[in-house]
């Protein structure tokens, strides 16, 4: 699936990684603790979280994660999107709770990790 797939899947906005609205999404991951988000191995990951801080970021560039969803229509501080922006991540915030949207995108034969 394509990140611009997950931006109209989502009715989401693009807040920051235009560029990466080609990308191809192959799992989903929705988390709120980073700590979880650092065991995964797979490649070419969606993180669907609720937080909207600079560690979300920071967990994805360690994670070698490009594209994060940001739930329940919460948006980040102007210093994360900068952040995402120096790193060349895609943020996309949506109005939908991240079981919402993980239910969305499973439904649409995005894969689970665990």
Known sequence: MKL??????????IL??????????EFAFASDMMS??????EDNILL???????QAVRT????????IVIARNKIPSQDMIDM???FDIAIITTPFSMY???????SKN?????
């Open 4 to 13: 611009k797939d997950v931006l109209e899947l989502s009715s989401g906005k």
């Open 16 to 25: 920051c990684g235009e560029s990466h609205l080609d990308d191809e999404v």
């Open 36 to 41: 979880d988000v650092l065991t995964l191995l």
């Open 48 to 54: 669907i979280t609720g937080l909207s801080n600079n």
């Open 60 to 67: 994805a560039v360690m994670s070698d994660i490009r594209n």
């Open 84 to 86: 995402a922006n120096e």
């Open 100 to 106: 919402r949207l993980s239910g969305i995108l499973y």
């Open 110 to 114: 995005l894969k689970h990790i665990y």
